[in-house]
């Protein structure tokens, strides 16, 4: 029987750490061979500046584990049908030439892309779909109609659907026609909780501390009133930009990190009186499950958020309003002792990915044994 895993990511691989890279190389060194493909990009994207994409190939990155770097088709295949066969034929093209290559044999396709549903059922393998947001609520090119009607497709086509820790995203799934299993997103609890061999030289600083990317749900309004309320203190933020920040880096005490790796960033969060998730709320962020609320929580930081995804089910401070969302930071320090970072971080141990990635190898090896 194939020991192949086919992942179809919806990010670049090495971009940052993602549900889906975790799994992925867990299962590389379960003893699978994996192929991870990049999500592909849209011939605007040369039309953007910056925009820089690594030559289309299959690489041998780790043992067992290959990425197939990302690859252009054509816009507009979330809006319009005919555009969507189209590239929905280059995709499962591009990916099976390349499978050739290493004669891989996908006994088990894993998508976090729900906008192919035909190109998944000719890889002639059993599927998992991973869904980690609401796709139908992104901007862009898209008819959100359109989308969801690819995704429930998608649903029926799975053999398993799995989700977030989201209740919003979880009974979303469920209309399409399938019950998902959930399975929440986790923390590298090793590196985020090492802190805790050197607590007694902690040195906390005046600063307050965002982590992950910079984009249209990113509250830039709400930032600015906390860098004017808050102005004895530094307010960093780290990860990368896709919106327009300059007003924002004006203020003195807001300082732009750029990209950090997680072992850069983890010191910071130690040192840092606070950390927090300054998001809108909408349709889309009611239904994430942020990664960094977990490796908050497991540095040992207070945690102040907007009510989005599924933060109020974990130990954070939760404001929306931005006078409120202040009151809660000040709460947050002013309420803060080393005895209570101490409890976060044993608490968050339950979010590891450890065992996350536990149930997945399960539903991956009943799937393929039962194939």
């Avoid at 979880?170 to 607590?199: C, H, M, R, T």
């Avoid at 990190?257 to 960033?265: A, D, R, S």
């Avoid at 933060?311 to 947050?332: C, G, T």
């Amino acid at each position: 029987m194939s020991k192949d895993i086919l992942f179809l990511s919806s990010n670049r691989y090495g971009d940052f750490p993602s549900r889906k890279t975790r799994f992925s190389k867990y299962l590389s060194e379960k003893g699978f061979r994996v192929v991870y493909v990049d999500s592909p990009h849209t011939y605007l994207g040369y039309l953007k500046k910056g925009f820089k994409v690594e030559s289309y190939g299959l690489k041998e990155v780790f043992p067992n584990f290959y990425v197939l770097r990302s690859f252009p088709i054509l816009p507009f295949f979330k809006k319009y049908l005919p555009f969507n066969k189209i590239d929905s034929q280059i995709y499962y093209s591009k990916i099976a030439s390349a499978l050739k290559e290493i004669s891989f044999d996908p006994a088990l396709t894993f998508t976090y892309i729900p906008f192919f549903p035909d190109a998944l059922t000719k890889f002639k393998s059993k599927i998992i779909y991973d869904c980690v947001d609401d796709h139908a609520s992104f901007g862009g090119l898209i008819n959100p109609s359109f989308v969801n009607a690819l995704e429930k497709k998608t649903v029926e086509v799975s053999d398993v659907v799995i989700t977030t820790g989201n209740e919003f995203l979880k009974d979303k799934l469920k209309k399409f026609g399938k019950e998902p299993v959930q399975i929440p997103n986790g923390v590298d609890y090793a590196l985020f909780s090492n802190w805790l061999n050197n607590k007694e030289s902690l040195n906390i600083k005046n600063q307050i501390v965002y982590v992950g990317a910079i984009a249209n749900w990113f509250d830039i309004d709400l930032v600015k009133y906390i860098a004017d309320s808050f102005k004895d203190y530094e307010i960093l933020l780290i990860g990368f930009a896709s919106v327009d920040i300059s007003d924002l880096l004006s203020k003195e005490n807001v300082k732009f990190l750029g990209k950090l790796t997680q072992e850069q960033f983890a010191p910071i969060l130690w040192q840092s009186k606070a950390a927090m998730i300054p998001f809108k709320v909408n349709d889309l962020t009611r239904k994430i499950d942020p990664l960094k609320a977990y490796e908050y929580l497991a540095s040992g930081v207070p945690v102040v958020s907007t009510p989005v995804g599924n933060v109020s089910q974990l130990p954070v401070y939760v404001a929306e309003a931005k006078e409120d969302f202040v009151k809660e930071l000040k709460r947050a320090i002013d309420d803060d002792t080393i005895e209570k970072r101490v409890k976060r971080t044993l608490n968050a141990k339950e979010y590891s990915w450890e065992n996350r990635l536990e149930t997945i190898f399960k539903i991956v090896e009943s799937l393929i044994s039962n194939g």
